[in-house]
T-cell receptor, first 114, second 112 residues
Framework: DGGITQSPKYLFRKEGQNVTLSCEQN?????MYWYRQDPGQGLRLIYY???????QKGDIAEGYSVSREKKESFPLTVTSAQKNPTAFYLC?????????????FGQGTRLTVV | QKEVEQDPGPLSVPEGAIVSLNCTYS??????FMWYRQYSRKGPELLMY????GNKEDGRFTAQVDKSSKYISLFIRDSQPSDSATYLC????????????FGPGTRLSVLP
């Protein structure tokens, strides 16, 4: 079954802690994305990567970091610099540039600061 | 003004009703228009994808784009309780994922 796997499903962070959210895909898609979803707001882009070892900031990158060492993996670290990290985080992948570029999403990680 | 606006709902309809979900947008450069369905605590999944203006039909779902009015709609015929979800519209100027702009979503409940 091709898809995107995010883990963990739920994550609790203490103040001042860094936490890493995992995203793995077996779709062989080139581009991967991290979004943040808050109630009443559209998905907001945090970071994206079009190829291995390259990534770009999205609209709300402050307080987050990513890496893309393998095509299949795009982990997101929420650092202590992110002042309001409680949200639902979604990882997505697209084939790349082309017609009908569907974004496939993972099932999300809900992060809560305790 | 937000780039993409969508009535957040919640919208409750009886089973079998025709549902109309709508988004308005301000950027006339948008060319690609999408509707995603998101069940509670799950990731969104693509329902419909259209390029430029016009209608597109897929089973019980019809997507409509009116670029002159900057307005897109998703119609659901013969709605079912399994259609209960949040519906997100998304649009983009270029067909690159990083360009997608999402609406906040409309929560729909179809009552049996």
């Amino acid at each position: 079954d091709g898809g995107i796997t995010q883990s963990p499903k739920y994550l609790f962070r203490k103040e001042g802690q860094n936490v890493t959210l995992s995203c793995e895909q077996n779709l062989n898609h080139d581009a991967m994305y991290w979004y943040r979803q808050d109630p009443g707001q559209g998905l907001r882009l945090i970071y994206y990567s079009q190829i291995v070892n390259d990534f770009q900031k999205g609209d709300i990158a402050e307080g987050y970091s990513v890496s893309r060492e393998k095509k299949e993996s795009f982990p997101l670290t929420v650092t202590s610099a992110q002042k309001n990290p409680t949200a639902f985080y979604l990882c997505a992948a697209t084939q790349g540039i082309g017609v009908n570029t569907e974004a496939f999403f993972g099932q999300g990680t809900r992060l809560t600061v305790v | 003004q937000k780039e993409v606006e969508q009535d957040p709902g919640p919208l409750s309809v009886p089973e079998g009703a025709i549902v109309s979900l709508n988004c308005t947008y301000s950027n006339s450069a948008f060319q690609y228009f999408m509707w995603y369905r998101q069940y509670s605590r799950k990731g969104p999944e693509l329902l419909m994808y259209t390029y430029s203006s016009g209608n597109k039909e897929d089973g019980r779902f019809t997507a409509q784009v009116d670029k002159s009015s900057k307005y897109i709609s998703l119609f659901i015929r013969d709605s079912q309780p399994s259609d209960s979800a949040t519906y997100l519209c998304a649009m983009a100027r270029y067909n690159y994922g990083q360009n997608f702009v999402f609406g906040p979503g409309t929560r729909l409940s179809v009552l049996p």
